[in-house]
Nanobody, 115 residues
Framework: QVHLVESGGGLVQAGGSLRLSCAASGSVFSFATMGWYRQAPGKQRDLVAHMTSSGNTNYADSVKGRFTISRDYAKNTVYLQMNGLKPEDTAVYYC?????????WGQGTQVTVSS
């Protein structure tokens, strides 16, 4: 049983920052990939950023230079530091973890950026 729990979402003004956290519980293994997706109303769920167990990262073009993903492998936790937030970043942010062929999703945390 694996559970991913996100935290750190909230309301912030444009240009502000938020730091999202996703902690995995109920697992004793290391995820090959952990990352973040987001879904805004009327849109599909898209990749924001992910990070492999070897430290490789990938970012959506829309967040490059503004968001930074990091992982604490010992704690099985992934973070997303979001700077320079824009109203278009408003969405529910979901944590995703991959282990072998298994995909796990968090409940999601709301990020709202006001202008």
């Amino acid at each position: 049983q694996v559970h991913l729990v996100e935290s750190g979402g909230g309301l912030v003004q444009a240009g502000g920052s938020l730091r999202l956290s996703c902690a995995a519980s109920g697992s004793v293994f290391s995820f090959a990939t952990m990352g973040w997706y987001r879904q805004a109303p009327g849109k599909q769920r898209d990749l924001v950023a992910h990070m492999t167990s070897s430290g490789n990262t990938n970012y959506a073009d829309s967040v490059k230079g503004r968001f930074t993903i990091s992982r604490d492998y010992a704690k099985n936790t992934v973070y997303l530091q979001m700077n320079g937030l824009k109203p278009e970043d408003t969405a529910v942010y979901y944590c995703k973890a991959l282990y072998r062929t298994y995909v796990y999703w968090g409940q999601g945390t709301q990020v709202t950026v006001s202008s």
